[in-house]
Nanobody, 126 residues
C-alpha cells in the first residue's frame, strides 16, 4: 500500500506562487499532481516517473515545475504566475507499475494512478 499526504495549499492572488508537497510512504514508480475544479472532471497537471520522464498539461507548462526528492520520498509542485483558472482541489497520486507504452496522455490520465491523497485546496483570486 502507498499512503500520500499533501500539504501546501492556500489562497493567493493572481500572479502569486505556491508550493505543494506530497509525502509518500512505500515504493512508487510514478507520481503526479492532478486537480479538480467544481463541476469539472479531474485532470492531470504534471507527472514524474522513476525513468526521469516528466509531463505537464499544456495549461501549466512554463509556470509549474514538478520535482521529487527521492531521499525524502516527497513530491513537489512549484506553482508560479498563478491564474484564477488554477483554482481547484489538488491531489497527489501515484502508481507502482511501469508504463507499458508511455505517452504524455497516459501519464496525465487519472485512471492510470492507483493511489491518491486527500487533496489540498488552491484558490487564486483576481
Amino acid at each position: 500500500q502507498v499512503q500520500l499526504v499533501e500539504s501546501g495549499g492556500g489562497s493567493v492572488q493572481a500572479g502569486g506562487s505556491l508550493r505543494l508537497s506530497c509525502a509518500a510512504s512505500g515504493y512508487t514508480y510514478c507520481m503526479g499532481w492532478f486537480r479538480q475544479a467544481p463541476g469539472k472532471e479531474r485532470e492531470g497537471v504534471a507527472t514524474i516517473d522513476s525513468d526521469g520522464r516528466i509531463s505537464y498539461a499544456d495549461s501549466v507548462k512554463g509556470r509549474f515545475t514538478i520535482s521529487k526528492d527521492n531521499a525524502k520520498n516527497t513530491l513537489y509542485l512549484q506553482m508560479n504566475s498563478l491564474k484564477p483558472e488554477d483554482t481547484a482541489m489538488y491531489y497527489c497520486a501515484a502508481r507502482r507499475d511501469r508504463w507499458v507504452g508511455y505517452s504524455k496522455f497516459l501519464s496525465l490520465s487519472p485512471s492510470q494512478h492507483n493511489y491518491w491523497g486527500q487533496g489540498t485546496q488552491v484558490t487564486v483570486s483576481s
